[in-house]
């Protein structure tokens, strides 16, 4: 159990639609990073937020959007799904920012969004 | 990030040493190697990083070559819950994101 917790485990939604996924970070731990696994795509980074503000932003698109609120937990919003959208989405923590000294990033359990 | 080249698959006996190669000929001086792994569709984990000397802790040995342009996962002790995607990532010790390549699909077996 990496600590790091993501709400809900599955998803099942239509096309055109919208979903917020959700994710709790690690005790302590200030960075909350968002990834999309999907076939074809495999791993791929789409944002980071810092206490609260982007710090990097990766290929997400512009359908997509995400925040940190003040207890630190972060939402990604997926709207106008696609039937690409289809993915395994997977939330991060780490205790620092990510420069400078190696931050290890724990990932959570993922959730797995299912568009028809 | 320098971009990293792995073999698809490799088999491993159980109890056996596993030796999972990367190939990074274009790592630049501030780059570390890191290593995670991804249990069937589990969030990916940590396992060890290193910068140019070896390393190792209670998981895994990372054997980093002199030239810096590959290294060598070495789990000393294979069991069936180390079947896993390996994946070696190149990163500045600064940056914030992962990228994942396509990975190391190994398969430890009795």
């Known amino acids: 159990d990496s600590g790091v917790t993501q709400t809900p485990k599955h998803l099942i939604t239509a096309t055109g639609q919208r979903v917020t996924l959700r994710c709790s970070p690690r005790?302590?731990?200030?960075?909350v990073y968002w990834y999309q696994q999907s076939l074809d795509q495999g791993l791929q980074f789409l944002i980071q937020?810092?206490?609260?503000?982007?710090?990097a932003k990766g290929n997400i698109l512009e359908r997509f959007s995400a925040q940190q609120f003040p207890d630190l937990h972060s939402e990604l919003n997926l709207s106008s799904l696609e039937l690409g959208d289809s993915a395994l989405y997977f939330c991060?923590?780490?205790?620092?920012?990510?420069?400078?000294?190696?931050?290890?990033?724990?990932f959570g359990p993922g959730t797995r969004l299912t568009v028809l | 990030d320098a971009k990293t080249t792995q073999p698809p698959s490799m088999d491993c006996a159980e109890g056996r040493a596993a030796n999972l190669p990367c190939n990074h000929s274009?790592?630049?001086?501030?780059?570390?190697v890191y290593w995670y792994r991804q249990i069937h569709s589990q969030g990916p984990q940590y396992i060890i990083h290193?910068?140019?000397n070896n390393e190792t802790n209670e998981m895994a040995s990372l054997i980093i070559t002199e030239d810096r342009k590959s290294s060598t996962l070495i789990l000393p002790h294979a069991t069936l819950r180390d079947t896993a995607v390996y994946y070696c990532?190149?990163?500045?010790?600064?940056?914030?994101?992962?990228?994942f390549g396509t990975g190391t699909q190994l398969k430890v077996e009795l």
């Open positions: 991060a923590s780490s205790t620092g920012q990510g420069g400078g000294k190696f931050n290890e990033q724990f």
């Open positions: 005790s302590g731990d200030l960075s």
């Open positions: 937020y810092y206490n609260g503000e982007e710090r």
């Open positions: 274009t790592i630049s001086g501030n780059e570390y």
């Open positions: 290193g910068l140019k």
């Open positions: 990532i190149v990163k500045a010790g600064g940056g914030n994101k992962l990228t």
